[in-house]
């Protein structure tokens, strides 16, 4: 590892990957194994049209896996807000959230291994964002963030990106939150807090490294809502197109 290299840092979902349709199956299979129930969907096809018009309502504002039951377990507006989603995930069972992560995990892990490749082809890359990474990775220390499973971001950046070479991934099992992971690579590089350069498309997940003098960014191609990026004003967070990400890398 070249620890002289400055560190940059990626959020997966909605920065790098856009895993909607594979949420919204997972999602609702989770749910029905949750419930025992058995009446699972395969393709984003057979998902029910008011489900999924529901679930890409507030996709923009789930953070983790647990915090998809606000589909399930709210009801809200067309068009709701983060104080919305907020709302409607406080009265929702903590032991619930844990419960149904779990099975939200096992049942991607299920899926993949009975469906790879229709798993693969439920993902779409962000244009020219796997060309950044590859650059990325040759002149800077390389690494995810991600409430994704490691495993699964190994499989995708195999498939769509094999030339990218990550330091390390770091995901919900691996560390209790983003703000820990960001400490541990500064720690890691003996870098300076405001020397990681971190990007992440959920405004939420950048309010603690802000604070903590990280230096980040709001990934506004992904899935960055409107009320994101008003709060991303106030708080002075950098608002990034895709074209703005390699001058705020310094590629």
Not at 224 to 242: F, G, Q, T, V, Y
């Amino acid at each position: 590892m070249n620890t002289k290299r400055e560190v940059v840092a990626f959020d997966v979902d909605g920065v790098i990957f856009d895993s909607t349709d594979e949420c919204i199956v997972i999602a609702w299979n989770a749910y029905q194994e949750l419930n025992g129930n058995r009446d699972k969907i395969y393709s984003k096809e057979e998902a029910n049209k008011d489900y999924d018009r529901k679930f890409r309502s507030i996709r923009n504002y789930v953070r983790s896996m647990d915090e998809y039951l606000v589909v399930f377990n709210g009801n809200y507006s067309e068009n709701p807000n983060q104080a919305d989603f907020e709302q409607i995930l406080s009265k929702i069972d903590d032991k619930q959230k844990v419960e149904y992560s779990n099975i939200f995990y096992n049942e991607r892990k299920s899926f993949k291994k009975k469906f790879y490749e229709e798993w693969i082809n439920l993902h779409n890359t962000y244009e020219g964002i796997i060309e950044i990474l590859s650059l990325c990775s040759l002149e800077r220390n390389l690494y995810m963030v991600t409430g994704k499973d490691k495993t699964s971001v190994k499989d995708l950046l195999d498939h769509f990106a094999p030339e990218v070479r990550v330091i390390k991934i770091y995901d919900k099992h691996a560390v209790e939150n983003k703000l820990i992971a960001l400490k541990k690579i500064a720690k890691n590089h003996g870098f300076k807090n405001e020397q990681i350069k971190f990007i992440d498309d959920n405004v939420t997940h950048l309010y603690e490294p802000q604070k903590n003098n990280f230096n980040i960014g709001l990934a506004k191609w992904g899935y960055a809502m409107p009320d994101h990026i008003s709060e991303a004003e106030k708080r002075n967070i950098p608002i990034l197109s895709l074209t703005d990400l390699k001058d705020f890398i310094g590629l």
